[in-house]
């Protein structure tokens, strides 16, 4: 083949993943006559576990090595295909396998900017950075950097703030990866959080310890397979359920007008208007009594303990006696911790009362104003999430993996045919559960309830991922008595649409498969960035190649532990952390990168200010504009959410750039000579 891929190779890897192929079909086919003969659940969701984990253990041994090419870039030589669906796997994160549908389901057409944001973004990788990156032949994000903006002896402050972008941002990532790991483990194996979270972390490191980026590459390869398999075969199944075809795409667009039909109806219903009342009110309720404070605390304070002693005094039952226990216990121990729980409360409840946004309609609010806000920040995520994606050092480093610049291109193209296989059934599934949902469970009874919602229910206990309570007692589910988290939506859809355990246990198997694979790249990403970039480049030039490994292996390990711990505490949703991560990545590589690639002009001066600048205005305005990091929703800038905070980080690190490059002496002849070369088409 030409280009320097070899035949043989390409041949030998097409037979052995066709073979994994069948063999993964037949595993479920074994599964799925057991189920039928009467198999637990318990088992088969261990046997799904246990058989992907031992496959990615077993890929990891294979491909162990300490020769430091192999371990950074898997040798430069993955065929192009095959590093399109290893990249696909890196891409696919939990944040799309589980979170992205569920998102869609919550906001409707709101949701489709994480779809437009990262497809749009990895066409920006294609066109503007991985082929050049490629040409250039190192072996991380910081070397090309380093090299750009110096050379060996001036690019030193580059590097270490490369590194530490690197590092931020890749953290940041990888601990939302190892958060759903645990989602996932404790659901289908019933063991604790976080547990589940350090069983997964021993599969991530198997893999990544022991064969660096061969390793990882060849399991993302089968990892990719197994998502593909676990996300369409629950899509195709409702489709032909509720359509007579097994094409979701195909289905979206005839179910789009009934699912609108039937919105309309239940925004009109006199029960759902009854339910939502009752939120509202409720939300009044908290608002008078944060009106109220300090006083509201003391009385209702007074009041709690007033029903414990009633009940105890009346020899009520042990149950009441026990609820008026929990209530006593669950009360604000303070006037501040008052504040912040009823704010949270009445937040909750307004929410609850308010109608359900029409899924196909764009930018639903009460006024235009509103509307207007929620379309700027549509557009502002979009290009967070674009040039987040073309900024991100675990996938910028896979074109350091093909065999040449043009296997690079060619890469790139079945890495978006890839991810399009997903991306485009994402939004299609998002209908067809909510179709199902508002067709088949709303207007059931409660007594009916499947018992899928109550398992989902128990997983988590302080934060439930669903719950389905009657508020107005009458027996009967309304749309606004579900309260559904959009990140167990993929996971519970095979139970909510009558299929068969088994294929539970698949698609809990595909996400694990799209978290481990991120983490894996991510982990790798940070560990070769300290290894090669701060120890080999700066600390210990003279290292040897196995003492060079070595020290990135070991800097992996406790990468990974600091990102379980962090994982374990349950910082935010899956979504929120995969997004600051793109805004902070775009704010502070995005410049440097393009910039050092298209523009010979470009200093060293005015890299390390962009950079600066850039990630210290993102940072700002995420800890300004969050409440949840001790900021404020009324110091937002034009109205735009935190996770959108690299629309104003990103073009402060553009134009610092360029200004102080302006102001400093151009580059040295050498420094431009690199730029000619890696932009000289190769022949």
Not at 97 to 116: E, N, P
Not at 289 to 304: I, N, Q, V, Y
Not at 671 to 678: G, N, S, T
Request: net charge positive; proline share 5%; hydrophobic share 50%.
């Amino acid at each position: 083949m030409r280009h320097g891929q070899p035949a043989p190779l390409f041949q030998r890897l097409s037979r052995y993943y066709l073979l994994f192929t069948g063999g993964f079909g037949c595993f479920l086919a074994a599964l799925a006559m057991l189920e039928n003969e009467g198999m637990p659940r318990v088992w088969i969701g261990y046997l799904f576990m246990l058989a992907t984990i031992t496959l990615y253990a077993f890929i990891g041994l294979v491909s162990r090595t300490s020769n430091v090419a192999e371990y950074y870039v898997a040798g430069r030589r993955v065929p192009a295909m095959f590093n399109g669906m290893a990249t696909a796997a890196d891409w696919i994160s939990a944040a799309s396998f589980i979170s992205l549908a569920g998102t869609l389901y919550l906001h409707g057409f709101d949701g489709l900017a994480y779809i437009m944001g990262w497809t749009g973004g990895y066409c920006l990788v294609a066109l503007l950075i991985a082929p050049y990156l490629r040409r250039f032949s190192q072996y991380t994000i910081p070397d090309f950097l380093a090299a750009r903006y110096g050379g060996p002896h001036h690019g030193r402050i580059v590097r270490i703030m490369a590194v530490a972008a690197t590092i931020i941002v890749s953290f940041t990532y990888v601990v939302a990866q190892i958060y759903a790991v645990g989602l996932i483990a404790s659901r289908f194996t019933g063991v604790d959080f976080s547990v589940g979270i350090f069983l997964g972390l021993a599969s991530i490191l198997v893999c990544s310890f022991l064969g660096g980026m061969r390793a990882i590459t060849w399991t993302q390869v089968a990892q990719y397979i197994i998502i593909l398999v676990a996300f369409l075969i629950p899509a195709m199944w409702l489709s032909a359920k509720h359509s007579d075809n097994p094409i979701p795409q195909v289905a979206y667009g005839k179910l789009l007008p009934e699912l609108g039909a039937r919105e309309r109806g239940l925004a009109a219903d006199p029960k759902e208007l009854e339910v939502r009342a009752i939120f509202l009110r409720r939300a009044q309720d908290y608002a008078r009594k944060l009106e109220g404070l300090p006083g509201s605390w003391d009385t209702g304070r007074f009041e709690a303990q007033r029903q414990l002693d009633v009940a105890k005094q009346r020899n009520a039952s042990l149950l009441d006696i026990r609820n008026a226990e929990k209530a006593l216990l669950a009360y604000p121990k303070t006037a501040e911790d008052a504040a912040g729980a009823w704010r949270t409360a009445r937040d909750h409840n307004l929410r609850r009362a308010a109608p359900p946004v029409p899924h196909a309609e764009p930018f639903v609010a009460r006024d235009k104003a509103a509307s207007d806000n929620k379309r700027n920040n549509f557009l502002a995520l979009v290009f967070c999430l674009m040039v987040g994606t073309a900024a991100l050092p675990h996938i910028l480093m896979r074109s350091y993996t093909t065999p040449s610049v043009h296997e690079t291109r060619v890469s790139v193209f079945w890495t978006l045919f890839f991810i399009l296989l997903i991306y485009l059934t994402i939004p299609a599934l998002a209908v067809l559960v909510k179709y199902d949902i508002y067709t088949a469970m709303v207007g059931s009874e409660f007594s009916h309830l499947p018992t899928w919602v109550s398992y989902w229910a128990n997983v988590d206990k302080l934060h439930p991922l669903i719950s389905i309570t009657d508020i107005n007692r009458d027996g009967v589910v309304q749309l606004a008595e579900i309260a559904i988290d959009g990140d167990v939506l993929v996971l519970a859809t095979p139970e909510i649409a009558g299929l068969p355990y088994v294929i539970s246990g698949l698609v809990a198997a595909g996400g694990l498969a799209a978290a481990l694979s991120t983490a894996d790249g991510l982990l790798l990403a940070i560990s070769n960035a300290l290894s090669h970039d701060i120890y080999y480049q700066i600390v210990d030039p003279g290292a040897s190649t196995q003492k060079r490994v070595t020290i990135s292996k070991l800097l992996l390990l406790a990468v990974a532990f600091i990102a379980a711990y962090a994982a374990s505490t349950k910082p935010a949703d899956i979504l929120s952390l995969v997004s600051a991560a793109f805004s902070l990545a775009g704010s502070t590589l995005f410049p440097a990168l393009v910039l050092g690639v298209f523009w010979q002009r470009a200093t060293r001066q005015g890299a390390v200010a962009g950079m600066v600048a850039g990630f210290c205005v993102c940072l700002y305005y995420m800890v300004h504009a969050n409440p949840i990091l001790g900021g404020s929703a009324a110091g937002q800038w034009f109205g735009i959410a935190p996770v959108s905070a690299g629309i104003f980080g990103v073009p402060a690190g553009l134009l610092t750039m360029a200004l102080v490059s302006w102001l400093t002496p151009p580059p040295g002849r050498d420094v431009q000579a690199l730029v000619a070369h890696i932009r000289t088409p190769e022949t």
